[in-house]
Protein backbone atom coordinates (compact mmCIF):
# COMPACT_ATOMS: atom_id res chain seq x y z
CA UNK A 1 0.00 0.00 0.00
CA UNK A 2 2.68 2.55 0.85
CA UNK A 3 5.12 1.30 -2.03
CA UNK A 4 1.46 2.05 -4.28
CA UNK A 5 1.12 4.95 -2.81
CA UNK A 6 4.96 6.30 -2.62
CA UNK A 7 4.97 5.57 -6.87
CA UNK A 8 1.67 7.69 -7.02
CA UNK A 9 3.50 10.76 -5.47
CA UNK A 10 2.56 10.07 -1.94
CA UNK A 11 5.17 10.93 0.46
CA UNK A 12 4.50 8.84 3.88
CA UNK A 13 6.73 10.86 6.17
CA UNK A 14 5.11 14.53 5.21
CA UNK A 15 1.75 13.23 4.18
CA UNK A 16 2.23 15.40 1.18
CA UNK A 17 1.30 14.61 -2.51
CA UNK A 18 3.58 15.70 -5.45
CA UNK A 19 1.88 15.60 -9.01
CA UNK A 20 3.85 13.40 -11.98
CA UNK A 21 3.60 16.68 -13.78
CA UNK A 22 5.95 18.89 -14.38
CA UNK A 23 5.94 22.53 -12.53
CA UNK A 24 4.05 25.09 -14.07
CA UNK A 25 5.81 27.85 -15.52
CA UNK A 26 3.76 31.56 -14.81
CA UNK A 27 5.33 35.11 -16.12
CA UNK A 28 6.21 37.20 -13.26
CA UNK A 29 4.02 40.42 -14.58
CA UNK A 30 0.84 38.18 -15.72
CA UNK A 31 -2.38 39.03 -14.35
CA UNK A 32 -5.77 38.12 -14.86
CA UNK A 33 -7.03 41.09 -17.85
CA UNK A 34 -3.53 40.80 -19.01
CA UNK A 35 -3.83 37.00 -19.59
CA UNK A 36 -7.22 37.19 -21.09
CA UNK A 37 -6.81 39.59 -22.97
CA UNK A 38 -4.10 37.70 -24.37
CA UNK A 39 -7.11 35.56 -26.56
CA UNK A 40 -9.63 38.54 -26.94
CA UNK A 41 -7.50 40.57 -28.53
CA UNK A 42 -5.87 37.47 -30.62
CA UNK A 43 -7.56 38.38 -34.37
CA UNK A 44 -7.91 34.66 -34.75
CA UNK A 45 -10.64 34.95 -31.50
CA UNK A 46 -12.27 38.09 -33.02
CA UNK A 47 -15.31 36.54 -34.66
CA UNK A 48 -15.03 33.50 -32.21
CA UNK A 49 -18.45 33.23 -29.96
CA UNK A 50 -16.94 33.71 -26.11
CA UNK A 51 -19.98 33.71 -23.70
CA UNK A 52 -23.63 32.87 -25.07
CA UNK A 53 -27.06 32.89 -23.17
CA UNK A 54 -29.68 31.08 -25.45
CA UNK A 55 -32.41 31.83 -23.35
CA UNK A 56 -31.57 35.81 -24.06
CA UNK A 57 -30.67 34.77 -27.77
CA UNK A 58 -27.16 37.22 -26.46
CA UNK A 59 -23.89 36.46 -27.29
CA UNK A 60 -20.75 37.99 -27.50
CA UNK A 61 -17.80 37.39 -29.27
CA UNK A 62 -14.00 37.70 -27.94
CA UNK A 63 -13.70 41.36 -29.93
CA UNK A 64 -16.63 42.26 -27.77
CA UNK A 65 -15.81 40.56 -24.58
CA UNK A 66 -12.68 42.80 -24.80
CA UNK A 67 -14.09 46.21 -25.67
CA UNK A 68 -17.09 45.51 -23.73
CA UNK A 69 -14.70 45.05 -20.62
CA UNK A 70 -12.51 48.39 -21.36
CA UNK A 71 -16.03 50.35 -21.56
CA UNK A 72 -17.38 49.18 -18.09
CA UNK A 73 -14.02 49.53 -16.54
CA UNK A 74 -13.94 53.21 -17.96
CA UNK A 75 -17.42 53.84 -16.70
CA UNK A 76 -16.92 52.27 -13.34
CA UNK A 77 -13.67 54.27 -13.12
CA UNK A 78 -15.37 57.45 -14.06
CA UNK A 79 -18.16 56.88 -10.91
CA UNK A 80 -14.97 56.94 -8.47
CA UNK A 81 -13.98 53.24 -8.34
CA UNK A 82 -9.89 53.19 -8.13
CA UNK A 83 -7.69 50.42 -7.14
CA UNK A 84 -8.11 48.52 -4.17
CA UNK A 85 -11.78 49.39 -4.17
CA UNK A 86 -14.61 46.34 -3.55
CA UNK A 87 -17.35 46.08 -5.92
CA UNK A 88 -20.01 43.55 -4.74
CA UNK A 89 -22.02 41.74 -7.64
CA UNK A 90 -25.16 40.57 -6.90
CA UNK A 91 -26.27 38.56 -10.38
CA UNK A 92 -27.26 35.21 -11.88
CA UNK A 93 -25.10 33.92 -14.51
CA UNK A 94 -25.14 35.84 -17.81
CA UNK A 95 -23.30 36.85 -20.73
CA UNK A 96 -22.74 40.40 -18.16
CA UNK A 97 -21.34 38.60 -15.42
CA UNK A 98 -17.58 38.28 -16.96
CA UNK A 99 -17.69 41.57 -18.47
CA UNK A 100 -18.67 43.52 -15.13
CA UNK A 101 -16.10 40.69 -13.03
CA UNK A 102 -13.10 41.80 -15.32
CA UNK A 103 -14.19 45.11 -15.69
CA UNK A 104 -13.39 45.74 -11.98
CA UNK A 105 -10.26 44.04 -11.67
CA UNK A 106 -8.74 45.71 -14.75
CA UNK A 107 -9.06 48.87 -12.52
CA UNK A 108 -6.93 47.25 -9.97
CA UNK A 109 -10.55 46.76 -7.99
CA UNK A 110 -11.28 44.07 -6.19
CA UNK A 111 -14.55 42.41 -6.78
CA UNK A 112 -16.89 39.98 -4.53
CA UNK A 113 -19.83 37.99 -5.41
CA UNK A 114 -22.78 37.31 -3.71
CA UNK A 115 -25.19 34.27 -3.95
CA UNK A 116 -28.58 35.56 -5.75
CA UNK A 117 -30.74 33.77 -3.14
CA UNK A 118 -28.96 35.17 -0.18
CA UNK A 119 -31.02 37.11 2.03
CA UNK A 120 -31.03 40.72 2.46
CA UNK A 121 -29.61 40.49 5.32
CA UNK A 122 -26.96 38.09 4.49
CA UNK A 123 -25.91 40.19 1.07
CA UNK A 124 -26.01 43.26 3.85
CA UNK A 125 -23.83 41.49 6.15
CA UNK A 126 -21.13 40.85 3.06
CA UNK A 127 -21.51 44.41 1.70
CA UNK A 128 -20.35 45.50 5.09
CA UNK A 129 -17.77 42.57 6.09
CA UNK A 130 -16.29 43.17 3.13
CA UNK A 131 -15.92 46.98 2.78
CA UNK A 132 -17.86 47.29 -0.79
CA UNK A 133 -18.23 50.82 -2.11
CA UNK A 134 -20.50 49.60 -4.74
CA UNK A 135 -22.57 47.12 -5.47
CA UNK A 136 -23.82 46.19 -9.18
CA UNK A 137 -27.24 44.13 -8.72
CA UNK A 138 -29.23 42.24 -11.88
CA UNK A 139 -32.75 44.35 -11.36
CA UNK A 140 -34.71 41.52 -10.26
CA UNK A 141 -32.36 41.23 -7.21
CA UNK A 142 -32.73 44.90 -6.59
CA UNK A 143 -35.48 44.64 -3.70
CA UNK A 144 -33.05 42.56 -1.85
CA UNK A 145 -31.15 45.97 -1.45
CA UNK A 146 -33.19 48.43 -0.25
CA UNK A 147 -31.75 48.51 3.36
CA UNK A 148 -28.36 49.69 1.96
CA UNK A 149 -27.32 52.71 1.89
CA UNK A 150 -24.72 51.98 -0.84
CA UNK A 151 -24.17 53.60 -4.16
CA UNK A 152 -26.25 50.96 -6.24
CA UNK A 153 -25.79 50.35 -10.39
CA UNK A 154 -28.29 48.23 -11.68
CA UNK A 155 -26.33 46.09 -14.07
CA UNK A 156 -28.41 45.11 -17.58
CA UNK A 157 -30.98 46.79 -19.72
CA UNK A 158 -34.39 45.29 -18.12
CA UNK A 159 -37.69 47.10 -17.30
CA UNK A 160 -37.48 49.54 -14.44
CA UNK A 161 -37.91 47.48 -11.20
CA UNK A 162 -41.45 48.64 -9.36
CA UNK A 163 -39.80 48.69 -5.60
CA UNK A 164 -39.25 51.63 -4.02
CA UNK A 165 -35.68 52.54 -2.83
CA UNK A 166 -33.70 55.16 -1.89
CA UNK A 167 -30.50 54.87 -3.55
CA UNK A 168 -27.51 57.48 -3.18
CA UNK A 169 -27.57 56.77 -7.19
CA UNK A 170 -28.15 54.30 -9.95
CA UNK A 171 -27.59 53.89 -13.23
CA UNK A 172 -27.88 51.42 -15.88
CA UNK A 173 -24.35 50.41 -16.10
CA UNK A 174 -24.23 48.78 -19.25
CA UNK A 175 -26.67 50.83 -21.25
CA UNK A 176 -25.04 54.07 -19.70
CA UNK A 177 -21.25 52.45 -20.45
CA UNK A 178 -20.51 54.65 -23.30
CA UNK A 179 -22.17 58.06 -22.44
CA UNK A 180 -20.12 57.63 -19.06
CA UNK A 181 -16.83 56.50 -20.46
CA UNK A 182 -16.52 58.68 -23.75
CA UNK A 183 -14.77 61.56 -22.16
CA UNK A 184 -13.11 59.61 -18.96
CA UNK A 185 -9.40 57.79 -19.30
CA UNK A 186 -8.81 55.87 -15.92
CA UNK A 187 -5.23 56.86 -14.56
CA UNK A 188 -2.51 53.82 -14.84
CA UNK A 189 -2.41 51.49 -12.43
CA UNK A 190 0.36 48.86 -11.30
CA UNK A 191 -1.30 45.36 -10.84
CA UNK A 192 0.90 42.65 -8.91
CA UNK A 193 -0.02 39.33 -8.70
CA UNK A 194 -0.05 39.49 -4.91
CA UNK A 195 -2.52 41.92 -5.20
CA UNK A 196 -6.29 40.69 -3.94
CA UNK A 197 -8.32 40.00 -7.19
CA UNK A 198 -11.30 38.56 -5.72
CA UNK A 199 -12.88 38.08 -2.29
CA UNK A 200 -14.96 35.17 -2.24
CA UNK A 201 -17.66 33.94 0.63
CA UNK A 202 -17.96 30.58 1.90
CA UNK A 203 -20.80 28.55 2.25
CA UNK A 204 -21.29 28.99 5.96
CA UNK A 205 -21.93 25.65 7.04
CA UNK A 206 -20.12 25.67 9.88
CA UNK A 207 -20.95 29.24 10.82
CA UNK A 208 -21.01 32.81 9.18
CA UNK A 209 -19.98 32.98 6.08
CA UNK A 210 -15.93 34.53 5.85
CA UNK A 211 -14.26 36.15 3.16
CA UNK A 212 -11.49 34.07 1.51
CA UNK A 213 -9.28 36.28 -0.17
CA UNK A 214 -7.54 35.43 -3.69
CA UNK A 215 -5.01 36.99 -5.55
CA UNK A 216 -4.64 37.18 -9.37
CA UNK A 217 -1.84 34.42 -9.01
CA UNK A 218 -4.06 32.24 -7.24
CA UNK A 219 -6.71 32.44 -9.71
CA UNK A 220 -3.90 32.17 -12.75
CA UNK A 221 -2.51 29.21 -11.15
CA UNK A 222 -5.80 27.61 -10.81
CA UNK A 223 -6.73 27.76 -14.59
CA UNK A 224 -3.21 26.84 -15.84
CA UNK A 225 -3.30 23.59 -13.17
CA UNK A 226 -6.99 22.94 -14.71
CA UNK A 227 -5.94 23.59 -18.43
CA UNK A 228 -2.79 21.16 -18.21
CA UNK A 229 -4.04 18.29 -19.30
CA UNK A 230 -6.27 19.86 -22.00
CA UNK A 231 -2.88 21.89 -23.28
CA UNK A 232 -0.93 18.60 -23.48
CA UNK A 233 -3.82 17.18 -25.50
CA UNK A 234 -3.89 19.80 -27.73
CA UNK A 235 -7.83 19.85 -27.18
CA UNK A 236 -8.81 23.26 -28.52
CA UNK A 237 -11.79 25.17 -29.73
CA UNK A 238 -14.34 23.96 -27.16
CA UNK A 239 -17.31 24.72 -25.83
CA UNK A 240 -18.54 24.66 -22.28
CA UNK A 241 -22.30 24.51 -21.12
CA UNK A 242 -22.29 25.77 -17.54
CA UNK A 243 -24.86 25.59 -15.14
CA UNK A 244 -22.66 25.95 -12.69
CA UNK A 245 -23.11 29.27 -10.63
CA UNK A 246 -20.41 32.33 -11.87
CA UNK A 247 -20.32 33.88 -8.13
CA UNK A 248 -18.68 30.26 -6.93
CA UNK A 249 -15.11 29.91 -7.30
CA UNK A 250 -15.70 27.02 -9.40
CA UNK A 251 -18.00 28.60 -12.27
CA UNK A 252 -15.81 31.98 -11.45
CA UNK A 253 -12.14 30.60 -11.57
CA UNK A 254 -11.81 26.83 -12.96
CA UNK A 255 -15.05 27.17 -15.57
CA UNK A 256 -15.33 31.13 -16.65
CA UNK A 257 -11.92 32.59 -16.41
CA UNK A 258 -10.00 29.21 -17.10
CA UNK A 259 -11.88 28.35 -20.66
CA UNK A 260 -12.03 32.22 -21.24
CA UNK A 261 -8.63 32.72 -21.33
CA UNK A 262 -8.08 29.50 -23.56
CA UNK A 263 -10.73 31.28 -26.28
CA UNK A 264 -13.15 28.59 -25.61
CA UNK A 265 -16.71 29.36 -25.60
CA UNK A 266 -19.05 29.51 -22.49
CA UNK A 267 -22.69 28.69 -22.85
CA UNK A 268 -24.52 29.65 -19.83
CA UNK A 269 -27.70 31.03 -18.80
CA UNK A 270 -29.66 32.70 -15.51
CA UNK A 271 -31.86 30.05 -14.51
CA UNK A 272 -31.40 25.95 -15.02
CA UNK A 273 -33.80 24.35 -16.70
CA UNK A 274 -33.26 20.65 -17.80
CA UNK A 275 -34.55 20.43 -20.91
CA UNK A 276 -33.23 24.19 -21.81
CA UNK A 277 -30.47 22.64 -20.90
CA UNK A 278 -30.06 19.61 -23.71
CA UNK A 279 -31.45 22.01 -26.70
CA UNK A 280 -28.31 24.01 -25.48
CA UNK A 281 -26.04 20.93 -25.83
CA UNK A 282 -27.44 20.17 -28.88
CA UNK A 283 -27.36 23.85 -30.90
CA UNK A 284 -24.32 25.01 -29.41
CA UNK A 285 -22.21 21.44 -30.20
CA UNK A 286 -21.29 21.69 -26.70
CA UNK A 287 -18.04 19.53 -26.11
CA UNK A 288 -17.90 19.84 -22.48
CA UNK A 289 -20.11 19.72 -19.27
CA UNK A 290 -18.98 20.36 -15.77
CA UNK A 291 -21.73 19.47 -13.37
CA UNK A 292 -23.15 18.95 -10.01
CA UNK A 293 -24.14 15.43 -9.01
CA UNK A 294 -27.99 15.85 -9.36
CA UNK A 295 -27.50 17.47 -12.89
CA UNK A 296 -25.73 14.01 -13.85
CA UNK A 297 -28.12 11.97 -12.13
CA UNK A 298 -30.37 13.69 -14.25
CA UNK A 299 -28.62 12.92 -17.36
CA UNK A 300 -28.15 9.29 -16.23
CA UNK A 301 -31.88 8.65 -15.58
CA UNK A 302 -34.49 10.93 -17.36
CA UNK A 303 -35.01 9.32 -20.71
CA UNK A 304 -36.24 13.22 -22.31
CA UNK A 305 -32.34 13.16 -22.64
CA UNK A 306 -32.53 10.63 -25.29
CA UNK A 307 -34.94 12.64 -27.15
CA UNK A 308 -31.80 15.53 -28.23
CA UNK A 309 -28.35 14.90 -30.31
CA UNK A 310 -25.99 15.20 -26.85
CA UNK A 311 -23.20 13.77 -29.59
CA UNK A 312 -20.81 16.61 -29.74
CA UNK A 313 -19.75 16.00 -25.69
CA UNK A 314 -16.69 14.97 -24.94
CA UNK A 315 -16.10 15.38 -21.69
CA UNK A 316 -18.87 15.32 -18.23
CA UNK A 317 -17.09 16.43 -14.74
CA UNK A 318 -18.65 16.04 -11.51
CA UNK A 319 -17.63 18.10 -9.10
CA UNK A 320 -18.56 20.31 -5.58
CA UNK A 321 -19.51 16.79 -4.25
CA UNK A 322 -19.81 12.92 -4.38
CA UNK A 323 -20.68 11.04 -6.80
CA UNK A 324 -21.64 7.19 -7.12
CA UNK A 325 -19.93 4.92 -9.22
CA UNK A 326 -23.29 3.76 -10.33
CA UNK A 327 -24.26 7.13 -12.02
CA UNK A 328 -20.94 7.62 -13.29
CA UNK A 329 -21.57 3.74 -15.18
CA UNK A 330 -25.17 4.62 -16.57
CA UNK A 331 -23.85 7.96 -18.39
CA UNK A 332 -21.06 5.85 -19.56
CA UNK A 333 -23.40 3.54 -21.04
CA UNK A 334 -26.22 6.17 -22.37
CA UNK A 335 -23.50 8.42 -23.83
CA UNK A 336 -20.52 6.78 -24.89
CA UNK A 337 -18.33 9.97 -23.98
CA UNK A 338 -14.63 9.23 -23.74
CA UNK A 339 -14.46 11.10 -20.26
CA UNK A 340 -16.78 10.99 -17.34
CA UNK A 341 -15.04 11.67 -14.12
CA UNK A 342 -15.26 13.53 -10.80
Known sequence: MVNSAAAAGFDPNTFIFTSPRGKLSIPPDLTIPSFLFQITSARAYHHRIAIA?????LSLTFSQLRSRILSAARALSSLGISQGDVVLLLSPNSIHFPVLFFAILWLGAVATTANPVYTPGEISRQARDSRAKLILVHPDLLPKLSALTLPILIIDSGTNPSVNHHLHHHHRLLSDAERLSAAHVPPPVHIRQTDTAALLYSSG???LSKGVVLSHLNIIASAIQINSDAVLLGENDLSFFVVIPFFHVYGLSVILFAQLQRGNTIVTMPRFDFVDMLKAIQDYHVTSLPLVPPVM??????????KYDLTSVIDITSGASPLVKETVDEALKRFKCPNVRQ
Open 205 to 207: TTG
Open 53 to 57: DPSSQ
Open 297 to 306: LALAKHDVAL
